[in-house]
C-alpha cells in the first residue's frame, strides 16, 4: 500500500495557482511592503504630533529647556525692553526734577536727549537680559507654555471658556510678569521713574486665530492618525511577509526601506528648517526660532534615526541568518566561539548537566523568545533612541550567543574526555 506523500496536495495547489495568480499574488504582496515602507515615517510624524497636541506635559517638558537657550533669551529681551523703552525717555526723567530746575534742565536735556535715550536703552536691554537669565525666568516659561498649549488646545477644538480665550484673534503669551521684574529692577538701579510705567501687557504671537480654522482639520486628522497609522502599518508589514513566497527576502526589502523612508523623513526635516527660517519676517529672531523648532522636532528626529537604525540592524540579522556563502561564513567564524569554550569546558570536567540537552530540544523557541523580548522592549520604550536599538542588539546576540554555549546533546555530556 502506498504511503502518501504530505507534500502532494501543497504542490497540487501549486500546480492548480497559474502564473497570473502567483503574478498578482507578488504585487499584492509587494504593494503590502511598499505601503507598509512609505506609511512608516507618516505614522511616526502622527505619533510625534498627536502626542506634542494631546499631550501638555509632554509639550511642555519638550519647550522648557529653551528658557536656558541664549538665543531664545535674546529675543524675549529684546521684546520686554522694547516695550519698556517705548515708556521711558530723557524727557520722563524730568518727573524726577524739582519743578523749580526743570525749566533750567529742559534745555541741557533737549541737546543731551538722543545721547540719554541710548544710555537709557542700554541699560533697559542690560536689565532685560538679567531679568531672562534669572532662575524665575524658567518657572514662568514653563507656565507660560502650559496656558498656550491649554489655549490652542481648546482654539483647535472649540472648547474653552472662562479665562482661557483668544485674545485680539490670536494665541498669546503675556509678558507682563517679566516687564514687572525689570521696572523693579530699574526702580533698583537708580532710575526711580520707571516705577510709574503703567502695567504693559506686551504680547508675544504663537498662532494667528485666523490660521486656527486652517489647521483645525489637519490636527483631528493627525490626532486620528496617531492612533490608527502605526497598526495600519504593522498590518501591511505582517500581511505582505505571511504573503512573500520568499519571507527573508521580503524582511530584508521592507527592512532596508522602513530605512531609507524614514532617512528621507530625516532629510526633508533639515530642509524644512532652511525653508521656515527664510520664509520668517525680517523682526523675528532667526535663532530663537530655529532653537524652537529643533526642539519641538528633537523628538521627531530622535524616532527618526531609531528607525534607520533598527531598519539596517532588522535586514543585516535577516541576511546574516540566511542561506548565502557568506552568511553561512560568518555564522560558522560566530559559532566557533561558543564551540571552542564549550569543549574547552568539557576538557576540564565542566559539563552543563540537564540543562544543555533542554537547551538543544528548545533551541529555536529560545531564540524567537529572546527575538521577540527584545522586539517588545523597543514597541512599549517610549521614544527609543539609535542607541536603544543597538544595545538590544547586542543584547540579543549575547544571549543568541548563551543558546549556542549551552546547546549540548546528550552524547556530548557522556563522552570521556580526550586525553
Do not use: C
Amino acid at each position: 500500500m502506498a504511503t502518501a506523500d504530505p507534500n502532494d496536495g501543497e504542490r497540487a495547489g501549486s500546480e492548480r495557482t497559474g502564473p497570473a495568480a502567483r503574478r498578482s499574488r507578488a504585487a499584492f504582496t509587494w504593494l503590502l511592503l511598499v505601503l507598509a515602507a512609505l506609511l512608516t515615517p507618516l505614522s511616526v510624524v502622527a505619533v510625534w504630533a498627536s502626542d506634542l497636541v494631546e499631550n501638555t506635559d509632554r509639550y511642555v517638558a519638550t519647550v522648557a529647556p529653551l528658557a536656558g537657550n541664549p538665543a531664545v533669551q535674546s529675543a524675549v529681551a529684546d521684546k520686554v525692553a522694547t516695550a519698556v523703552t517705548q515708556n521711558l525717555s530723557a524727557g520722563s526723567l524730568l518727573q524726577q526734577v524739582a519743578p523749580s530746575d526743570q525749566s533750567a534742565l529742559s534745555g541741557l536735556l533737549g541737546q543731551l536727549s538722543g545721547t540719554i535715550d541710548s544710555a537709557l536703552q542700554g541699560l533697559v536691554r542690560n536689565q532685560a537680559q538679567s531679568v531672562v537669565a534669572g532662575s524665575a525666568f524658567a518657572g514662568f516659561w514653563e507656565q507660560a507654555n502650559r496656558t498656550v498649549h491649554d489655549q490652542f488646545n481648546k482654539a483647535l477644538t472649540g472648547q474653552g471658556g472662562g479665562t482661557v480665550q483668544l485674545t485680539n484673534n490670536a494665541v498669546t503669551i503675556d509678558l507682563a510678569p517679566l516687564i514687572d521684574q525689570l521696572k523693579q529692577q530699574l526702580v533698583n538701579s537708580g532710575v526711580g521713574v520707571a516705577s510709574a510705567i503703567p502695567t504693559i501687557h506686551a504680547e508675544y504671537t504663537v498662532v494667528e486665530a485666523s490660521e486656527v480654522g486652517t489647521v483645525r482639520t489637519g490636527i483631528r486628522l493627525l490626532e486620528l492618525a496617531g492612533t490608527w497609522l502605526p497598526v495600519f502599518t504593522a498590518l501591511f508589514a505582517v500581511i505582505g511577509l505571511l504573503l512573500a513566497r520568499h519571507r527573508r527576502q521580503a524582511l530584508i526589502a521592507l527592512a532596508l526601506g522602513v530605512a531609507v523612508a524614514t532617512l528621507a523623513l530625516g532629510i526633508g526635516l533639515s530642509v524644512f528648517r532652511v525653508l521656515y527660517l527664510d520664509a520668517l519676517p525680517a523682526d523675528v529672531s532667526q535663532p530663537a526660532a530655529g532653537a524652537v523648532y529643533d526642539a519641538l522636532v528633537r523628538l521627531l528626529r530622535v524616532s527618526v534615526r531609531t528607525y534607520v537604525v533598527l531598519g539596517l540592524a532588522v535586514a543585516l540579522g535577516a541576511w546574516l541568518s540566511g542561506p548565502s556563502r557568506l552568511a553561512r561564513q560568518l555564522r560558522d567564524i560566530w559559532q566557533a566561539g561558543p564551540h571552542a569554550a564549550r569543549a574547552a569546558a568539557g576538557r576540564a570536567g565542566l559539563h552543563t548537566g540537564p540543562v544543555g540537552p533542554w537547551v538543544h530540544r528548545f533551541k529555536a523557541a529560545l531564540s524567537w523568545t529572546v527575538v521577540g523580548a527584545a522586539g517588545l522592549a523597543l514597541v512599549f520604550w517610549s521614544y527609543p533612541t539609535g542607541w536603544v536599538v543597538v544595545v538590544l542588539g547586542l543584547a540579543v546576540v549575547f544571549a543568541l550567543t548563551l543558546i549556542e554555549l549551552l546547546d549540548v546533546v546528550k552524547e556530548e555530556q557522556t563522552r570521556p574526555p580526550l586525553g
